[in-house]
């Protein structure tokens, strides 16, 4: 749906930010695009809506050059959601959120409609909030706002550049949440862009992972964590696996579990043993475990492979505890 070809960025002052980089984004894909800072993230998220004009190479949304696009009808298909919260401090919550529909002349009816559905889907009560200005909304609030705005025309595409890193470790796992289950539900390309890994891992139906202007590896979050391409990646992926928050940093859990012996004393949350129990307490159901064994990754389960696994094991009249 979204196709680079040989596409390249140097910038006015000579920095060249993206190099010759391909990537197909298909339909209805959540994709992540995750590096360091200064990897070309953002430039390359950019170049979609043509907020920066490419040096080299071609970028095609539906198989038409967005050349070929006229400006307005290209940046209306797309929605996009920025790191700063970027709503307007003089208008309601309404007029914010009615900014596209109302350039794309909707109907006022069909316009306050979309308006109460999109903040009911981010469990925001429209009466309470739709005559509010954006001050008066926490920032996770102000945050889902932006979100619910850049979706509101009902684009094709959306773009997010870090939507989340300003806020709060809480509030952000709510919001990831909510962005999960509104893309499952509405399946919208979406393009969005983190430093985060663990973000990544959770979000994400591929991920491609830059590396000063280039791409060093498209594929699932599976693949990426399992076949890792290089040293760089598994420097990655490794570097940010013991800080997951909402995940748990397990050493040698998978040696015990295959060998079907004692785990109790095996696993760690945070260097700190734990015992299962534990470990299935800190895991929501959507949570994947990062297995880990001397700094190497071995891969990722999830809590319902741990709860199969104990099932089988009492089922076999193993003792899981002693
Ligand atoms: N307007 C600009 N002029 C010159 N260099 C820029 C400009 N914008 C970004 N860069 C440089 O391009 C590279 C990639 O930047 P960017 O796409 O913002 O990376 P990321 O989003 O991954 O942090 C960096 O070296 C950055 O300093
Ligand atoms: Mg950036």
């Known amino acids: 749906m979204i196709t680079?070809?040989?596409?390249?960025?140097?910038?006015?002052?000579?920095?060249?930010?993206?190099?010759?980089?391909?990537?197909?984004?298909?339909?209805g894909e959540f994709f992540v695009i995750i590096g360091p800072s200064g990897s070309g993230k953002t430039t390359v998220l950019k170049m979609i809506n043509r907020l920066i004009p490419l040096t080299d190479g071609s970028v095609y949304i539906n198989q038409k050059n967005i050349n070929d696009y006229d400006i307005h009808e290209l940046r209306w298909q797309i929605g996009y959601v920025l790191q700063q919260i970027a709503l307007f401090p003089h208008?309601?919550?309404e007029e914010n959120i009615a900014i596209v529909p109302e350039l794309k002349k909707w109907p006022r009816k069909k316009t306050k409609h979309r308006v109460e559905e999109l903040l009911k889907m981010v469990g925001l009560n429209p009466e309470d909030y739709?005559?509010?200005?954006?001050?008066?909304?926490?920032?996770?609030?102000?945050?889902?706002?932006?979100v619910i705005r850049a979706l509101a025309a009902?684009?094709?595409?959306?773009l997010m550049d870090e939507p989340f890193s300003a806020l709060d470790p809480i509030t952000r796992e709510k919001l990831q949440d909510d962005i999960k289950q509104i893309q499952k539900s509405i399946q919208k390309t979406t393009v969005f862009v983190t430093h985060d890994m663990q973000e990544a891992l959770k979000l994400a139906d591929r991920i491609c992972l830059m590396k000063d202007g280039e791409i060093v590896q498209v594929g699932t979050p599976e693949e990426i964590v399992?076949?890792?391409?290089?040293?760089?990646?598994?420097?990655?992926?490794?570097?940010?696996?013991?800080?997951?928050?909402?995940?748990?940093?397990l050493d040698e859990l998978l040696q015990p579990?295959?060998?079907?012996?004692?785990?109790?004393?095996?696993?760690?949350?945070n260097n700190q043993v734990a015992t299962i129990e534990n470990i299935l307490e800190h895991l929501k159901t959507n949570d994947q475990?990062?297995?880990?064994?001397?700094g190497e990754l071995l891969g990722i389960i999830n809590r319902q492979a741990i709860i199969d696994h104990l099932a089988k094991q009492l089922q076999n009249g193993g003792n899981i505890y002693e």
């Open 91 to 93: 208008m309601t919550i």
């Open 154 to 158: 009902n684009p094709n595409i959306v």
């Open 257 to 269: 579990i295959q060998h079907n012996t004692y785990i109790k004393q095996y696993p760690t949350i």
């Open 226 to 249: 399992n076949q890792p391409a290089n040293q760089f990646v598994r420097d990655f992926v490794g570097d940010q696996a013991p800080t997951l928050k909402g995940h748990v940093h």
């Open 289 to 294: 475990v990062i297995i880990e064994k001397n």
């Open 4 to 27: 680079f070809e040989h596409v390249s960025k140097t910038y006015p002052d000579g920095t060249t930010a993206v190099r010759s980089i391909n990537l197909n984004i298909q339909q």
């Open 130 to 146: 739709l005559h509010r200005k954006p001050a008066e909304l926490s920032g996770g609030q102000q945050q889902r706002i932006g």
